[in-house]
């Protein structure tokens, strides 16, 4: 089965809002490949993951270092449990323990438009990253159609006219199935708050 979510966005901010929603739901090992036209605002949703993992640091455009690598900080809880949308009555109920073990230690953030063959993602030790306990976000990751990962949510973003983009999420492998229905969940939450527009989602 071939799930699939149809997001709009209309301005820079609530595509990175959208980046955050997702970003509230990847656990160790995620991969979310990143696709469409230079200056489609994959970078922008890359913005918004970070934000929702509690990453501080600016996220740049790891273009001409192929990878960035960003340590998720313990107000990864505050930023997870803030961009879930799940039960919370404020910020006094920010809980005090520990991040919980599905939250991922690292992101790792790729950029392989600069890469001109597959072999070059062996000295960035690419697939030996994606498998460790961090959450990967690569932007162009669908240049080397060899090289996708085994299970992996695909966001595909398509330039329309002024600010507006849509964003075609495609669900690869049983844990990526999972993660597109509940980023599908929390987009229609945020629907609701005007957030974005969810064109299509999956039943
Ligand atoms: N709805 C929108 N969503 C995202 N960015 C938008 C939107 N409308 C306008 N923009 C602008 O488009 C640009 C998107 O830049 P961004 O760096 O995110 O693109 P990119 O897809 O990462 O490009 P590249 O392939 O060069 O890395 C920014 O300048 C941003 O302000
Ligand atoms: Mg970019």
Not at 48 to 74: D, K, M, W, Y
């Amino acid at each position: 089965m071939t799930l699939a979510l149809q997001l709009a966005s209309h301005s820079e901010a609530q595509t990175q809002q959208l980046g955050a929603s997702l970003g509230a739901l990847l656990e160790p090992g995620s991969v979310v490949i990143l696709s469409g036209d230079l200056g489609a605002g994959k970078t922008q949703f890359t913005k918004g993951i970070a934000r929702a993992l509690g990453i501080v640091e600016p996220i740049t455009s790891p273009t001409f270092n192929i990878l960035l690598q960003h340590e998720v900080g313990q107000s990864a809880v505050l930023g997870r449990s803030q961009e879930s949308g799940r039960e919370q009555g404020g910020a006094s109920s920010v809980p005090s323990h520990p991040p919980a073990a599905d939250t991922p230690v690292s992101l790792y953030h790729f950029d392989l438009y600069r890469l001109e063959s597959e072999g070059e993602l062996d000295d960035i030790d690419y697939f030996g990253l994606l498998e460790q306990d961090a959450a990967s976000v690569v932007e162009w990751g669908d240049k080397f159609p060899g090289a996708l990962p085994v299970d992996y949510l695909q966001v595909d973003f398509e330039l329309q006219a002024n600010d507006a983009r849509i964003l075609h999420g495609t669900a690869h492998g049983s844990q990526s199935e999972r993660l597109l229905a509940a980023w599908s969940a929390a987009a229609c939450y945020n629907d609701e708050a005007a957030h974005a527009q969810v064109l299509e989602a999956p039943l």
